[in-house]
Nanobody, 124 residues
Framework: QVQLVESGGGLVQAGDSLSLSCTVS????????IGWFRQSPGKEREFVAA????????YSGDAVKGRVTLSNDRAGNAAYLRINDLRFEDTAVYYC?????????????????WGQGIQVTVSS
């Protein structure tokens, strides 16, 4: 079992940056990955970014490409997502997720555990 808890969301202004944290507890997959997804009302869940738990490669969705930074702190059992130059369309509930592997990380079906989600609201 892996438990994931997001923090750091809230209300921000367009153009600002925001960092989200994900506290990882339980038995995280050493060869797995941490991913981030988001969902806005009336829209499908969207891939934001992902990073292998033990690696350094990062993958990001088209909507945030070039504006995100990912990092994992395995010793501290945490993962971080930073989004720069926030836009109104970045408003969503953001989810931290854990996958057992590193294939198909853009698919929500690749992930085994999900956090409760945290609201990010960008005011224009």
């Amino acid at each position: 079992q892996v438990q994931l808890v997001e923090s750091g969301g809230g209300l921000v202004q367009a153009g600002d940056s925001l960092s989200l944290s994900c506290t990882v507890s339980g038995r995280m997959f050493s060869n797995g990955a941490i991913g981030w997804f988001r969902q806005s009302p009336g829209k499908e869940r969207e891939f934001v970014a992902a990073m292998p738990w033990s690696g350094s490669n990062t993958y990001s969705g088209d909507a945030v490409k070039g504006r995100v930074t990912l990092s994992n702190d395995r010793a501290g059992n945490a993962a971080y997502l930073r989004i720069n130059d926030l836009r109104f369309e970045d408003t969503a509930v953001y989810y931290c997720t854990a996958a057992a592997g590193v294939l198909g990380l853009w698919r929500s079906s690749a992930y085994d555990y999900w956090g409760q989600g945290i609201q990010v609201t960008v005011s224009s």
